[in-house]
């Protein structure tokens, strides 16, 4: 339940007007702050996702339940399906600073991969199961052989 609250019975500063928020007190602009965040990344994947374009044309060669997560559309489906917040990273996608890939098999995960320029090779940043719980070195070691060939 949102509530304005009168500015005359809960002291506010400058042009923020105090409201309540689900019974804890909150400020407007604190409010649209946090909408705003989210409508810019609602905004920005809902403009991705009407064109879909993957972004890596080139055929790359993974092993049988590894796949390769190549659209901000299929981010988003990998999201959804492993309840994580992957499709927050449409950006790095979309810039080729970052691609993923989902993993299928008696361990499911989602893999966030980088390119290592340093050390000129392809890392992991981030591996997760679903709903972000940690994966086991096993699947880790998979992944890690997958890119490997890269």
């Known amino acids: 339940m949102l509530e304005l609250l009168n500015k ?3 002291q506010g500063t400058g042009n923020v007007s105090p409201i309540r928020l689900d019974n804890s007190s909150d ?3 604190e409010l649209m702050a946090g909408f705003h965040d989210y409508a810019t990344n609602l905004k920005s994947c809902s403009n991705l996702c009407k064109k879909p374009k993957p972004l890596y044309t080139e055929s790359i060669n993974l092993p049988k339940g590894i796949t390769l997560i190549d659209t901000p559309q299929a981010l988003a489906a990998e999201g959804k399906k492993m309840r994580n917040c992957v499709a927050s990273y449409t950006r790095e996608l979309m810039a080729n600073r970052s691609f993923f890939l989902h993993v299928s098999g008696k361990e499911k995960a989602t893999v966030q991969v980088e390119n290592n320029s340093a050390k000129r090779c392809f890392e992991i940043t981030q ?3 679903v709903a972000n719980v940690e994966v086991s070195k096993e699947t880790v070691n998979r992944v890690k052989k997958a890119i ?3």
């Open 148 to 150: 490997s060939t890269f």
């Open 8 to 10: 005359d019975i809960h």
């Open 127 to 129: 591996i997760k199961g």
């Open 27 to 29: 400020s407007t602009r």
